[in-house]
């Protein structure tokens, strides 16, 4: 036989609680949902292309030349092919903040696409 509380309610342990795990649940699907457009907000972010290029910004699928108007020439370029013959680039930005500090941003291409960058 089970024992109850005050309220009525079995010892059953808090995490079990169906009004907890709803709790949780509903937390959770808001997390992953920030999530989500958190990743994608950038792509919709400008309207177009040049609107990103005259604010001097980059967007995931510029093509080399887009970037070089936007940011300028890197100030290394790595090229790599992947075992399928893909071509793949890393640029290299520095930005000097002052005689003994860079900052480097760095831009991955796959053919001709920006993929991804880290700046």
């Not at 949780?24 to 290029?53: C, D, N, Q």
């Not at 001097?56 to 790599?80: A, H």
């Not at 680039?89 to 920006?114: G, M, P, Q």
Request: glycine share 6%; with cysteine; aromatic share 14%.
């Amino acid at each position: 036989m089970t024992t109850s509380n005050a309220l009525g309610l079995k010892d059953v342990p808090y995490l079990c609680r169906r009004s907890v795990r709803v709790a949780l649940y509903v937390l959770l699907g808001i997390i992953l949902l920030g999530m989500i457009t958190w990743r994608v907000l950038p792509y919709y972010k400008y309207s177009t292309l040049e609107e990103a290029i005259t604010q001097k910004r980059v967007v995931v699928g510029m093509s080399r030349e887009q970037v070089l108007k936007s940011w300028g020439s890197p100030y290394k370029i790595d090229v790599t092919y992947t075992d399928t013959g893909v071509r793949r680039e890393l640029w290299v930005f520095e930005d000097w903040i002052d005689s003994a500090t860079v900052k480097h941003r760095y831009l991955y291409f796959e053919e001709d696409a920006l993929v991804g960058g880290w700046y």
